[in-house]
């Protein structure tokens, strides 16, 4: 598994950063700044020493599994797995052109490496309480960590997991929470606001940190300390910026949100120039 440092990790997230622009430019469809908003946790995740992963061994039962529930993010998730050597960066330019295995949404039968077929959204955290159960069952130590949307939260079935992972102890399971203020169709504190998360979810029995998601520094902290509790399930409110780091231009293009919307060859040169 990849350990890089502090300062590599935030190259690293510069590199898949580009990466997303440029494949969902590509296809001229996508969900870019649901993408950008979890660059760094994801980031973190693969390449900061939290998951112990092979590609070649894509099944091995013992590797760490992470699961998007927020699936329409799957832009990061295969810019990462690119970058991690799961497959190449030409093969991701591919994205949701016909035929493609990099559709739309991640699709675990055609991609090894995929946890999990996702992007209708509030199952993830249930299938990661599988994984994490049957490894519980199966007597193995590894890890599942579960991202989801601020906008995801609003689904019931997302509760019921919470209920169900303290009834389990699952101190072997992440969920991490990418609160980047805004879903679908507007502000999530508009649409149904279930913030602050952190002492919802506290009562519910779960161990969580709330934290500035796009600062590598506070990420790897708090990565840190989840894997440091082994009692009770744990959580990261991740609160981030919906396409950070180049929310200015979104804004001057009258839609901060810029939600499920690819950038057009121009806004994604001036964002390419922000990221550097
Ligand atoms: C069950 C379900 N309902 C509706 C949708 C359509 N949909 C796709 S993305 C999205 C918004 C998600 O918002 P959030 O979880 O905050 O993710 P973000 O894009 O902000 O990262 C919605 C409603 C869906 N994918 N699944
Ligand atoms: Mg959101």
Same mark, same amino acid.
């Given at each position: 598994m990849p350990e890089l440092?502090?300062? *590599? !990790?935030?190259?690293?997230a510069k590199v898949i950063r580009r990466l997303i622009? /440029?494949?969902?430019?590509?296809? +001229?469809? $996508?969900? &870019?700044?649901?993408?950008l908003s979890a660059a760094d946790v994801v980031t973190a995740l693969y390449f900061g020493g939290f998951m112990a992963y092979d590609p070649q061994k894509p099944h091995d039962p013992d590797r760490d599994r992470f699961i998007l529930s927020k699936g329409h993010a799957c832009p990061v998730l295969y810019s990462a797995m690119a970058e991690a050597g799961y497959f190449s960066t030409d093969d991701i330019m591919t994205l949701r052109k016909l035929g493609s295995p990099w559709e739309g949404h991640p699709n675990m039968r /055609?991609? &090894?490496g995929i946890e999990a077929s996702t992007g209708s959204l +509030? #199952? +993830?955290?249930? !299938? $990661?309480? $599988?994984?994490?159960?049957?490894g519980k069952m199966d007597g193995r130590d590894y890890h599942t960590y579960v991202m989801l949307g601020d906008g995801e939260m609003d689904e019931g079935q997302v509760w019921e997991a919470l209920a169900s992972a303290h009834k389990y102890a699952? $101190?072997?399971?992440?969920?991490?929470i990418d609160q980047n203020g805004y879903q679908q169709t507007g502000a999530t504190k508009?649409?149904?606001?279930?913030? *602050?998360? #952190?002492?919802?979810? *506290?009562?519910?029995?779960?161990?969580v940190q709330t934290i500035a998601g796009n600062d590598m520094d506070a990420v790897v902290t708090a990565l840190k300390a989840a894997r440091g509790i082994s009692d009770q399930p744990t959580c990261i409110v991740s609160q981030?910026?919906? +396409?950070? &780091?180049v929310v200015p231009l979104l804004e001057a293009e009258g839609?901060?949100?810029y939600h499920g919307k690819p950038f057009s060859k121009k806004l994604a040169e001036a964002a390419l120039a922000i990221i550097g």
């Amino acid at each position: 598994m990849p350990e890089l440092s502090l300062d *590599e !990790l935030k190259d690293k997230a510069k590199v898949i950063r580009r990466l997303i622009i /440029r494949i969902t430019t590509e296809a +001229g469809s $996508g969900h &870019p700044t649901s993408s950008l908003s979890a660059a760094d946790v994801v980031t973190a995740l693969y390449f900061g020493g939290f998951m112990a992963y092979d590609p070649q061994k894509p099944h091995d039962p013992d590797r760490d599994r992470f699961i998007l529930s927020k699936g329409h993010a799957c832009p990061v998730l295969y810019s990462a797995m690119a970058e991690a050597g799961y497959f190449s960066t030409d093969d991701i330019m591919t994205l949701r052109k016909l035929g493609s295995p990099w559709e739309g949404h991640p699709n675990m039968r /055609r991609l &090894p490496g995929i946890e999990a077929s996702t992007g209708s959204l +509030g #199952q +993830g955290l249930s !299938l $990661g309480i $599988g994984h994490a159960l049957a490894g519980k069952m199966d007597g193995r130590d590894y890890h599942t960590y579960v991202m989801l949307g601020d906008g995801e939260m609003d689904e019931g079935q997302v509760w019921e997991a919470l209920a169900s992972a303290h009834k389990y102890a699952l $101190g072997n399971l992440t969920a991490i929470i990418d609160q980047n203020g805004y879903q679908q169709t507007g502000a999530t504190k508009d649409v149904l606001d279930l913030t *602050e998360f #952190q002492p919802k979810i *506290e009562a519910f029995g779960w161990h969580v940190q709330t934290i500035a998601g796009n600062d590598m520094d506070a990420v790897v902290t708090a990565l840190k300390a989840a894997r440091g509790i082994s009692d009770q399930p744990t959580c990261i409110v991740s609160q981030t910026q919906k +396409g950070y &780091p180049v929310v200015p231009l979104l804004e001057a293009e009258g839609d901060p949100n810029y939600h499920g919307k690819p950038f057009s060859k121009k806004l994604a040169e001036a964002a390419l120039a922000i990221i550097g």
